[in-house]
T-cell receptor, first 114, second 115 residues
Framework: AQSVTQPDIHITVSEGASLELRCNYSYGATPYLFWYVQSPGQGLQLLLKYFSGDTLVQGIKGFEAEFKRSQSSFNLRKPSVHWSDAAEYFCAVGAGGTASKLTFGTGTRLQVTL | NAGVTQTPKFQVLKTGQSMTLQCAQDMNHEYMSWYRQDPGMGLRLIHYSVGAGITDQGEVPNGYNVSRSTTEDFPLRLLSAAPSQTSVYFC??????????????FGPGTRLTVL
């Protein structure tokens, strides 16, 4: 069975600083990987996804993620964080190489200080 | 398009009561699913459906029933609510269950408290 680990429960960064959120997955084949963002009291919004091809994936709101098969990682990055990026971020892997039956990590809460 | 809609937004139940969480999508998506979100545990899959008339269990199906009579609707039923079912419930849909360049769209959630 697949699994996802987000080792950082809570991260605080200053506005304008760079950000990297870690995600490690366990899956036997090439995974379908996703990053979602959840603002307080809201549903989940897809930031970006990786299915195949270029291992550096660009998403919305200036986010990017890099798939590293050798490290089983799919870390999320942003060069300069804005106060509006404060939210909870979830990494997920799709079962059976699909976008459905997602297995989520436990999430990383991002706090942005001004 | 309204996307994925869920009702109600909030609900308080007493132990043993039953209720149905409603989920609808207007994107003609084949695949629909229900997740629950608990603090420190991320989202976990309860049930899913790959099309009208077809449903299957996810990771945590106990205590929940589903049916899919139409493409648009995928209600989640709690037959006898328990405090352990206190959670935030999310419905999601995607164009199909597989294939590349596919993604799940999530509803706004239903916050359920069982006393």
């Amino acid at each position: 069975a697949q699994s996802v680990t987000q080792p950082d429960i809570h991260i605080t960064v200053s506005e304008g600083a760079s950000l990297e959120l870690r995600c490690n997955y366990s899956y036997g084949a090439t995974p379908y990987l996703f990053w979602y963002v959840q603002s307080p009291g809201q549903g989940l919004q897809l930031l970006l996804k990786y299915f195949s091809g270029d291992t550096l994936v660009q998403g919305i709101k200036g986010f990017e993620a890099e798939f590293k098969r050798s490290q089983s990682s799919f870390n999320l990055r942003k060069p300069s964080v804005h106060w509006s990026d404060a939210a909870e971020y979830f990494c997920a892997v799709g079962a059976g190489g699909t976008a459905s039956k997602l297995t989520f990590g436990t999430g990383t809460r991002l706090q942005v200080t001004l | 398009n309204a996307g994925v809609t869920q009702t109600p937004k909030f609900q308080v139940l007493k132990t043993g009561q039953s209720m149905t969480l409603q989920c609808a999508q207007d994107m003609n998506h084949e695949y629909m699913s229900w997740y629950r979100q608990d603090p420190g545990m991320g989202l976990r899959l309860i049930h899913y459906s790959v099309g009208a008339g077809i449903t299957d269990q996810g990771e945590v199906p106990n205590g929940y029933n589903v049916s899919r009579s139409t493409t648009e609707d995928f209600p989640l039923r709690l037959l006898s609510a328990a405090p352990s079912q206190t959670s935030v419930y999310f419905c999601a849909s995607s164009r199909t269950s597989g294939g590349e360049n596919n993604e799940q769209f999530f509803g706004p959630g239903t916050r359920l408290t069982v006393l």
